[in-house]
């Protein structure tokens, strides 16, 4: 069965940087798409950046030009580059993958303290 594994979140100053890595194993296709989405203290989930095979991208306008979604399709890979980190970024970020149906991953807890 399809399975998202996550890496890199952790603590980190505003200003600093981390790498996001998902990468999904038991599949026998590649995925349409794959995205990041994030869902802070009391707040909604919400997409961060997405990425489609043919390696267009679209972000969320709050991490525009910070952030960097990026894929290896022939390992079913998706990282986020972040960049210039904000206390506001503080969120469980959750990787997705989307093809037969919606797969996520379990979170990664990103803090950033000022």
């Known amino acids: 069965q399809v399975r998202l594994v996550e890496s890199g979140g952790g603590l980190v100053q505003a200003g600093g940087s981390l790498r996001l890595s998902c990468a999904a194993s038991?599949?026998?296709?590649?995925?349409?798409?794959m995205a990041w989405y994030r869902q802070g203290p009391g707040k909604q989930r919400e997409l961060v950046a997405g990425?489609?095979?043919?390696?267009?991208?679209n972000y969320a306008d709050s991490v525009k030009g910070r952030f960097t979604i990026s894929r290896d399709n022939a390992a079913n890979t998706v990282y986020l580059q972040m960049n210039s980190l904000k206390p506001e970024d503080t969120a469980v970020y959750y990787c997705?993958?989307?093809?037969?149906?919606?797969?996520w991953g379990q979170g990664t807890q990103v803090t950033v303290s000022s």
């Open positions: 997705n993958a989307v093809g037969p149906r919606t797969w």
């Open positions: 990425i489609i095979r043919s390696g267009v991208t």
């Open positions: 038991g599949s026998s296709f590649s995925f349409n798409a």
